[in-house]
C-alpha cells in the first residue's frame, strides 16, 4: 500500500471534518484508493490557537511555501475559502503540478475557467464536489453519470440556512425574523447572514451547477437574484391555502439555446418532489432528455458531510493513480449560452396587494391584468368585515415578467389599491 | 475527434433507448467523451422482425462470432438479460479485450464477481449502472463518490411494477388483483408477474447495491424475500390511520459487521423521505458515517432511463481513453460480511388479527405479547357492533423477529382468535 502525502490549507469546520473523516474511516479508505493518506501539513493564521484537534509538531504552519515547494505533498485540499489568497494558493500548487481539491464556491463560481485553465494546462487535476450542496455529489453526477442528457432544466434548494428559516415560518408559523434568530442562535445562520438571506451564497452555487449542466461559461452577474427578506407570514399562509409551500429555488433553464438563471422564493406546489425538503436538507432537480425527472437529496453543509465529498475527491484524485487520463477537458466548457434578461422569462407568479375594502376593487384589477396580457388562475381575498384595509391574493396563469411589472404599474395607480405587498415566483411542476 | 466502433446484444425496450440515447444526444456525448461512438453490430435472434428503429444493411446480426472476432469492435454492450448466453458473451467479450457495458442485474447479482473478476484479469472496463434503478446513478454514486463513506444503511424502492401497485392501491382504493390489472394493461407489468411483485427483481438489485455499499460479496440466496400479494386495502387504510404508508422496500443494513438484508413489504412513516416517492419512480436512501443522510430519486426503469444509465457507463468508458488505471480493484469487494438470519433481526411489526368481538380480547393478546417479550406501541380495533369477526391492528415496539413468531404462535391458539390477517413490518426512521 502506497502513502501518499497531501496538505490542507485552512483549519475551520470543513476541514476539521475533512481530518476526521481520514481518520474515522481510514480502512475504507485504503481500500478504495489503493493509499494510506498522511495529512503532511495544515495551514493556519495562528499555530497556538486553542482548536478541537490535536496535531503533532510541525504539521500546522503559518508558511505557505513549506507546502508549495514540498515536492512530497501530491495534493492540496483548499478550505479557506473566498477569492484571495485562495486563488493565488491554489494556482501555486497547479504550477507546482499538484493536484488540487477544493470546497470554494465563490472562488470556483467567480474563476473557475481560469483555475481548472491551469489545471488543464499543468496536467493535474482540480476537483471541487463540496463547493456545492455539500454532501451531495451532485457535482460528480453531472460531470460522470448523467454525461449522456442534455440537461433542460436544474432546481435546487441548495441554501440550507433559508431552508431552515422558511420551514419553521411554515411549520411554527413564525415571522421570518424571529426564524433568523432562531436559526442564528441553532448556528445555521451567521452572525451577518447577508450572504444567505440575500441569496449571494444560492447564486455562487447555482453559478457552478448551471456552467456544468449546461456546458456554457456562467457569469455570477447574469444570476437573478432576490433573498427571502420580504416573505412574511401572511404570504406562508395564502401559499398553504392555494397548495404551495414556499422556498428559496436556485433556477437554470435552457430553452433553445439560452438560458434562464435565477435566485428567489418560488411557490411549488405541496406533491413537488422538493416541496418536502425541510430544515437545512438540500436538494437538486434535475431534468434530463434521457434520464428524465432526477432528485439528489441529503445534508447540504456541515463538518462531516462536507467532509465526505472533499474525502472522496480526494479518493478520486487517487483511484486514477494520480494520472491526468481524461479525454476530454476538465473544464466541461463546450458552448457559448447567452442568458436571457429576466424580464423576457416565463412564470406563473403569486401576488398580494393590500386594497382598500370597497366593491368593485376585485373587478378592477383583473381587468388591468387582463388589458396588459395576464390571466387569473386563483384569487383570495381574507380579511374580516370592517378592516379598512385587506388583502388580496392572486395567482397568475403563465406569462412574461414584462407583463407582470406593467400590470403592477397600472393597478398600483388605481384610488383603492394601497400597494403591492409581495411578488413571489411560481413553479408548476 | 475520434470515432469508436460498438456492438449492442440485443435489441429489445434498452437498447432501442441506447439507440436512441446515441442518436439524439450525439453531440453532447461527443462534446464528453471526446468519441464518436458509431454502432457497428446489433445481435439479434430475427434479422426481419419488425422494429420501431431502422438500421442499414448489415449492423443486425444473428451471429455473435461477428463481433467478438471483430479487433474493430472496442465496447459490447449486453442488453438480452437474464444468465446464459449473456454470461457466456460477456466473457468472451472480456477474452478478446472489448470493454463490457451491461444492465443485467441478474446476471450481476449471480455472477458479478466472476464476471469482474475476468474483466480485471484481461486490463477491460465493466459497468452496469443500468442494472439497478434505471436512470439513477447510484452505483456510480457508491463507487466513486461515497467513497470517503462507511455506509451503514441502504434502503431502497427499487421496484417500479409494484410501487405503481402500492400506489393505486394507497391513492384509488384498489385492492391488489385489480391495480395489477392496471399495472399490466399500462405495460408497468409483465404478463406474468411474479418477477416483480414476489420480490425476486428487488432481491437481485439490493444484492448488487449491497455488494457494493458494504463492500462483500453478496449471495442472492442470504436475502429474505417476500413480496407485494398480501398486502390488502385494509392494511393500506390501517397504516394510513397509524400514520404511515405501505412499500416495498429493499434493506441492507450492516451493524458491528454484520448484514441484515430483504427484502418485504414495510410501514413507513409519512414523513419520510420514501414515503412520498409514487408511481413507477425508485429510490434510494443511503446512510454513510461522512454524509449523514442521502436520497437519490428518479426513474426506475424504461427505455430513455436505462438508455441514459448505459450510455453514460459507455462514456465512461471513452472519457478515461479507455485506459485502465484504476489503482484498485473495479470489483470492490474487501471484506467477508455474515448475513445474519431473519429471526435475529430487529424491527417494529405491524400485525392484524381477526378476532371473535367478545370482551378481554385485547387484554389477553397483549398479555400474550408480553410474556414474550414484545410490547405494544398502537392499537387499533375496527369493525361495527354486531359484526362477528373484527380486526385489531397492532404496532409493536422494536423487537427480535423470533420473539414475533413465537408470541404470533400462542397469540393463534386463543380460542376467539380467528387468525393472523397480516403481518407487516414496519421502520421509524
Same mark, same amino acid.
Given at each position: 500500500m502506497s502513502k501518499v502525502r497531501i496538505a490542507i490549507l485552512g483549519l475551520g469546520t470543513v476541514s476539521t471534518g475533512v481530518c476526521k473523516v481520514i481518520d474515522i474511516n481510514k480502512e475504507q479508505i485504503l481500500k478504495r484508493s489503493g493509499y494510506d493518506i498522511e495529512i503532511a501539513k495544515i495551514l493556519v493564521r495562528d499555530i497556538h490557537k486553542e482548536r478541537e484537534l490535536k496535531f503533532n509538531e510541525g504539521i500546522l504552519t503559518t508558511d505557505p511555501e513549506e507546502i508549495f515547494s514540498d515536492d512530497s505533498i501530491k495534493i492540496v485540499v483548499e478550505l479557506i475559502g473566498g477569492i484571495e489568497p485562495a486563488k493565488e494558493y491554489i494556482l501555486r500548487a497547479i504550477n507546482n503540478k499538484k493536484h488540487v481539491v477544493t470546497a470554494n464556491k465563490a472562488l470556483i463560481s467567480n474563476y473557475g475557467d481560469e483555475i481548472l485553465n491551469a489545471a488543464e494546462k499543468a496536467g493535474v487535476k482540480l476537483y471541487y464536489e463540496g463547493s456545492v450542496a455539500g454532501g451531495i455529489p451532485i457535482i460528480h453526477g453531472i460531470n460522470e453519470s448523467l454525461t449522456a442528457n442534455k440537461i433542460s432544466e436544474i432546481?435546487?434548494?441548495?441554501?440550507?440556512?433559508?431552508? *431552515?428559516?422558511?420551514?419553521?415560518?411554515?411549520? /411554527?408559523?413564525? %415571522?421570518?425574523? /424571529?426564524?433568523?434568530? %432562531?436559526? /442564528?442562535?441553532?448556528?445555521?445562520?451567521?452572525?451577518?447572514?447577508?450572504?444567505?438571506?440575500?441569496? $449571494?451564497?444560492?447564486? *455562487?452555487?447555482?453559478?457552478?451547477?448551471?456552467?456544468?449542466? $449546461?456546458?456554457?461559461?456562467?457569469? @455570477?452577474?447574469?444570476? *437573478?437574484?432576490?433573498?427571502?427578506?420580504?416573505i412574511s407570514k401572511a404570504d406562508i399562509e395564502f401559499a398553504r391555502d392555494l397548495g404551495y409551500v414556499v422556498k428559496l429555488l436556485a433556477i437554470g433553464r435552457e430553452k433553445d439555446g439560452k438560458l434562464e438563471l435565477r435566485v428567489h422564493p418560488t411557490f411549488i406546489p405541496k406533491m413537488h418532489p422538493l416541496a418536502n425538503v425541510n430544515d437545512v436538507y438540500n436538494a437538486i432537480y434535475i431534468k434530463g432528455n434521457a434520464v428524465g425527472d432526477l432528485m439528489l437529496y441529503g445534508k447540504g453543509a456541515g463538518e462531516m458531510p462536507t467532509g465526505s465529498a472533499v474525502v472522496s475527491d480526494i479518493i478520486s484524485v487517487l483511484r486514477?493513480?494520480?494520472d491526468n487520463t481524461y479525454t476530454v477537458s476538465q473544464r466541461n466548457i463546450f458552448w457559448d449560452k447567452k442568458v436571457i434578461p429576466m424580464e423576457k422569462t416565463v412564470s406563473e407568479y403569486y401576488l398580494r396587494f393590500a386594497v382598500k375594502d370597497i366593491p368593485g376593487v376585485l373587478g378592477e384589477i383583473t381587468t388591468l391584468f387582463g388589458k396588459n396580457g395576464v390571466s387569473i388562475y386563483s384569487v383570495i381575498q381574507k380579511g374580516k368585515k370592517g378592516d379598512p384595509v385587506v388583502p388580496?391574493?392572486?395567482?397568475? &396563469?403563465?406569462? %412574461?415578467? &414584462?407583463?407582470?411589472?406593467?400590470?403592477?404599474?397600472?393597478?398600483?395607480?388605481?384610488?383603492? @389599491?394601497?400597494?403591492? %405587498?409581495?411578488?413571489?415566483?411560481?413553479?408548476?411542476?
Open positions: 432546481i435546487g434548494i441548495i441554501n440550507g440556512t433559508t431552508n *431552515y428559516i422558511l420551514t419553521k415560518m411554515t411549520f /411554527q408559523n413564525m %415571522e421570518f425574523k /424571529q426564524a433568523l434568530e %432562531e436559526a /442564528q442562535a441553532k448556528g445555521y445562520a451567521e452572525a451577518d447572514p447577508t450572504s444567505d438571506i440575500e441569496g $449571494f451564497d444560492a447564486v *455562487y452555487k447555482l453559478t457552478v451547477l448551471a456552467s456544468l449542466a $449546461f456546458g456554457t461559461e456562467v457569469d @455570477v452577474k447574469d444570476v *437573478y437574484r432576490e433573498g427571502i427578506t420580504k486514477h493513480n494520480m388580496i391574493a392572486l395567482i397568475t &396563469h403563465s406569462t %412574461e415578467e &414584462h407583463k407582470i411589472n406593467k400590470s403592477i404599474e397600472a393597478i398600483s395607480k388605481l384610488p383603492f @389599491v394601497v400597494g403591492l %405587498e409581495s411578488l413571489v415566483r411560481v413553479i408548476t411542476e
